[in-house]
T-cell receptor, first 116, second 108 residues
Framework: GAVVSQHPSWVICKSGTSVKIECRSL??????MFWYRQFPKQSLMLMAT?????????EQGVEKDKFLINHASLTLSTLTVTSAHPEDSSFYIC????????????FGSGTRLTVV | GQSLEQPSEVTAVEGAIVQINCTYQ??????LSWYQQHDGGAPTFLSY????GLEETGRFSSFLSRSDSYGYLLLQELQMKDSASYFC?????????FGKGTRLHILP
C-alpha cells in the first residue's frame, strides 16, 4: 500500500515556459504532500508542504510565485514551475504517506526537468 | 534550525558489514528514518526509529539514541546492489528533513 505516482518522469522545456508536475496518491488519501528538489549528487531539499484545501507552506528561500503548488483534492498535488530558467533544471520528487504513518513516507518516481 | 550530519562517502567490501552514522539537531523530534536512493531513482524507505534501541529488518538494522541525538544504519552481508546513497531523515513536527546523504561504494 501507500503508492505515490508522479508524472511526468522527465520533461524538457524552453526557457520562459511553465511546466506542471503531478503527484497522486493511488491507494490512500493524502492531506499533506511534500515537494523536494534534488541536484546531482546532493541531498533532497524540501521545497514546500502541500496541504489539501489550503495554501502550501514554503521553505525559506523558495519562491512562491515561481513554484506554484495546488493541492485541490485528497489524492492530487501539482507543482508548476513558472517562467522556467536553466537553473531550475533539477530532479523534483514528491512524497506522501497515510495520515497515521508519519515516518515511512513513500516517494514518487521523480521528475527530471531540463530547461533549455 | 535543524541539521543532520552523516559522512559523505563510505567504502566497504562485498560481504562485509558497514555502519553509517547520523547525528541530528532539531526541534520537535518524532523519529529518525533511513532511505536508500540509487542513481537516477527515487528514495525508498528502509527503516524508522522512534524510540531508543535497535530495529532489525533483514540485512539492515537501525539504531537510535535520543539522548545523544545519534543514530546509525547497519548493513550486513553487503551486496553489490547495496551501492547507493543512504539518507537519514528526521521527522520534525509535520515534515521530514533529510541529511546530505552517504554514498556507499562496495568493492568486489
Amino acid at each position: 500500500g501507500a503508492v505515490v505516482s508522479q508524472h511526468p518522469s522527465w520533461v524538457i522545456c524552453k526557457s520562459g515556459t511553465s511546466v506542471k508536475i503531478e503527484c497522486r496518491s493511488l491507494d490512500f488519501q493524502a492531506t499533506t504532500m511534500f515537494w523536494y528538489r534534488q541536484f546531482p549528487k546532493q541531498s533532497l531539499m524540501l521545497m514546500a508542504t502541500s496541504n489539501e484545501g489550503s495554501k502550501a507552506t514554503y521553505e525559506q528561500g523558495v519562491e512562491k510565485d515561481k513554484f506554484l503548488i495546488n493541492h485541490a483534492s485528497l489524492t492530487l498535488s501539482t507543482l508548476t514551475v513558472t517562467s522556467a530558467h536553466p537553473e531550475d533544471s533539477s530532479f523534483y520528487i514528491c512524497s506522501a504517506g497515510p495520515r497515521d504513518r508519519m515516518y515511512g513516507y513513500t516517494f514518487g518516481s521523480g521528475t527530471r526537468l531540463t530547461v533549455v | 534550525g535543524q541539521s543532520l550530519e552523516q559522512p559523505s562517502e563510505v567504502t566497504a567490501v562485498e560481504g562485509a558489514i558497514v555502519q553509517i552514522n547520523c547525528t541530528y539537531q532539531t526541534s520537535g523530534f518524532y523519529g529518525l528514518s533511513w532511505y536508500q536512493q540509487h542513481d537516477g531513482g527515487a528514495p525508498t524507505f528502509l527503516s524508522y526509529n522512534a524510540l531508543d534501541g535497535l530495529e532489525e529488518t533483514g540485512r539492515f538494522s537501525s539504531f537510535l539514541s535520543r539522548s545523544d541525538s545519534y543514530g546509525y544504519l547497519l548493513l550486513q552481508e553487503l551486496q553489490m546492489k547495496d551501492s547507493a546513497s543512504y539518507f537519514c531523515a528526521v521527522r520534525e513536527w509535520d515534515k521530514i528533513i533529510f541529511g546530505k546523504g552517504t554514498r556507499l561504494h562496495i568493492l568486489p
